[in-house]
């Protein structure tokens, strides 16, 4: 395990304070998934037996279509500890996520892709690190031959642009897999906005992190759901949402232009005053035109940017809608202890 620098100090007082037998859930957000859910249960059962931990899922459908609810509400009534949260349309995963995170009962959660491109058999050793006093263990992906070379190009210069832009270090290569204590959890639920990149939130809210390496292995079965677009927007609720950098290169560029445009003015005027010679340019001119016409739309469309999300925010929508609850009950193979709180599975956030 790699850990960032933190306080020794903290993480030492949160290593005393750890409870025994803590309840863990996992969040797991599904969407379309009938083809790999039995898969995953497969894959994770087992494990989360063998921590000697008493557990439950928290499974998020966002909107799906197919059989998935069925399959889920087919285990659950079958001794599956958990429940399912039935979101009444797609609201996307960093939605689902949030309804997730307000659901959770345990001390301690892991958020886990149903795909099984988050290993499963990594969860013990999170567990190792939470008691080491780290309050987030997260998933590093330290080898993504399983992603197209398109992607991950693409995200290694996002990763590397969001860090230079914003005031917060996101590790490159960490997506949602990770396990979070209660404290995180709580100080997550208390973030109101509604443009929710959790991949900064993460990042934001702090506490002591350990980086835990691993292998991403490619999907188990079934397609991924994320296509070059919605990468795109993500990646620009992204940086939106905790930069306001963008803009300020707009005013600094602007003002280098303009810089340059009187420079350029006084040169004519020099040149006219000093050799009589007057410069015809039409060919320059509608060159000149066209390149600030669209260094001024550019302009506008990235204040545009943030006007919408202050647009949305306004509105004060909540982040999902929750039309249905199904639970059957966390698992008894260990006495949990009390938590720091409790999950507030709300009609809505």
Not at 178 to 202: C, H, Q, S, T
Not at 332 to 349: I, Q, V
């Amino acid at each position: 395990m790699n850990a960032p620098a933190a306080s020794s100090v903290y993480i030492s007082r949160r290593e005393a304070a750890r409870p025994a037998a803590p309840l863990l859930s996992i969040i797991v957000p599904v969407f379309n998934e009938e083809e790999v859910i039995d898969h995953f249960l497969a894959a994770t059962r087992p494990v989360l037996e063998q921590t000697g931990l008493a557990y439950e899922y928290v499974f998020i459908d966002d909107g799906s279509r197919d059989r998935t609810a069925d399959i889920l509400t087919r285990e659950l009534a079958a001794g599956l500890p958990g429940r399912l949260l039935g979101l009444s349309r797609n609201f996307g995963k960093e939605a689902a996520l949030s309804a997730g995170l307000e659901a959770v009962r345990g001390d301690i959660a892991v958020i886990i892709d149903v795909d099984l491109q988050d290993p499963p058999d990594l969860i013990p050793q999170m567990l190792d690190g939470w008691r080491a006093g780290y309050d987030v263990v997260y998933g590093l992906r330290v080898d993504r031959t399983s992603d197209t070379l398109m992607k991950r190009s693409t995200a290694g210069m996002f990763y590397r642009l969001f860090n230079r832009l914003a005031h917060i270090d996101m590790p490159a290569n960490a997506g949602d897999f990770r396990l979070i204590d209660r404290d995180v959890i709580d100080a997550l639920l208390r973030l109101p906005e509604r443009n929710r990149f959790m991949k900064g939130l993460f990042a934001w809210v702090g506490f002591p992190a350990m980086a835990l390496p691993y292998e991403r292995p490619p999907r188990k079965a079934g397609t991924g759901k994320f296509n070059y677009w919605k990468l795109w927007n993500f990646a620009l609720d992204g940086l939106t949402g905790f930069t306001t950098l963008p803009l300020r290169v707009w005013f600094y560029g602007g003002a280098l232009i303009s810089l340059g445009a009187f420079a350029y003015a006084l040169y004519l005027i020099l040149s006219v005053f000093l050799s009589g010679v007057d410069v015809p340019g039409y060919a320059s001119l509608m060159v000149a035109l066209l390149f600030f016409s669209g260094v001024q739309l550019l302009s506008i469309g990235m204040i545009g940017e943030y006007i919408a999300r202050l647009f949305n925010e306004a509105k004060q929508r909540p982040v999902y809608i929750l039309q249905d609850v199904i639970e059957s009950g966390p698992s008894t193979a260990a006495e949990p202890e009390t938590g720091a709180g409790t999950g507030r599975a709300g009609n809505a956030r």
